[in-house]
């Protein structure tokens, strides 16, 4: 009842922040095997500990427009678990952003973060500022006022802030240029997702779709069959999207689908072109919002304001835009398609209930996305290295290692599911893993 007593504790306790309690929720059941078999965890109430951020920070961020308006919006940085490295993970800059919203990022974070065998804790802020539509000097202001205020906070061994959604190489280098402002020393291993010529690392960029479909490669090895001729449905076409059609095309598959706010594109042939995934690139620079503009360009289907879960003609889906893009309606179409491989990629982009249907659905196989999409982070990891060692690595050096990290977190998640009885079953095997680590950590190191 430890599980239950916990999870409804919460449920009481935080009742306004379904996202979380969500987050929670997967991560606890699915770790169930490991906890049952560790009684010890209960006395330490670790659970509870595990719910808590170690510290929420709210700040004001006031900046003002090209008009001279005055606008203000709430920061946030949640430092959720520093047991097995400084905290580590992305900025988010959305209008829909709130302290459940980070939170949960924060919680999922950790558990990713420990999947990648590298020392980084868990970490997550952002802002409920909408960066739609603002111009470059709007973006500017507001990046250097929120670091302003954010930057006593952080630090290279202390929290190392990236990118997320609505923050790019831009973005970064604005909040880059403020820290340093503010400090007076170059210490660039402060923040991740840099641009080149200040210590930002190769394939950074890409790493999160890479290394998705490297997890997939080995997905597929696993039930004797092969990337090549796949067709790919992936939902987004930001960051994410880019560097897993970039993959894909490079390795004989094809992205045909892929989708935005605005609807979805159906491209029978592909994006596979690099003037396809060029026009992509700057669609999205230009407006995140719609893409549409793509299907009239290259003359395919748009079907506006559809999603295309449940169509028939893909192998494989890949969910890489927000959270909770895919319910339960949407999984139970998806299971008449036929289509045998759900790989998660944006963060927590199943409803709790639609994964728990598709994970008991015989002939597909899920995967969770604190294991996909682990790689991103593996590689703001990787550039921490670097920036510490003060030298660059190469593009085939960072390649090796991440598909390295992508092969051990698919075989550590397999091997933790294994142990406990549980076949060939991803989710819980990703979560037994990276809680394993979190929780071992956070023991040794006493009562607090
Ligand atoms: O969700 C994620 O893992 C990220 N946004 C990347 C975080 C990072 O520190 O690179």
Redesign the pocket.
Known sequence: MYIENTINELKLKYENEPEFLQAVEEVFESARPLIEAHPEYEKADLLMRMAEPERMIRFRVVWTDDEGKVHTNVGYRCQFNGAIGPY???LRFQKNVNESIIKF?GFE?TY?NALTGLPIGGGKGGSDFDPSGKSDSEILRFCQSYMTALYRYIGADTD?????MGVGKREIGYLFGQYRRLKGNFENGVL??KGLSYGGSLIRPEA?GYGAIYYLCEVLKHQNDTIGGKRIGVSGYGNVAWGIMKKAAELGAKVTYFSGPDGYVHDENGVITEEKIAFIEEMRKNDPMHCEPYAKKFGCEFVKGEKFWGVKDVDILMPAAVQNDVDLEHAKKIKESGVKYYIEVA?MPTVYEALEYLRKQEGIIVAPSKAV??G??GV?ALEMSQNAMRLHWTKEEVDEHLKKMMVNIHRESMEAAKEYGLGYDLVAGANIAGFKRVAEAMIEQGIF
């Open positions: 580590k993970g992305g990022l974070q990713k190392v802030p990236a990118g997320d991740t997702g999160t963060n999409n682990a991103g982070v703001s």
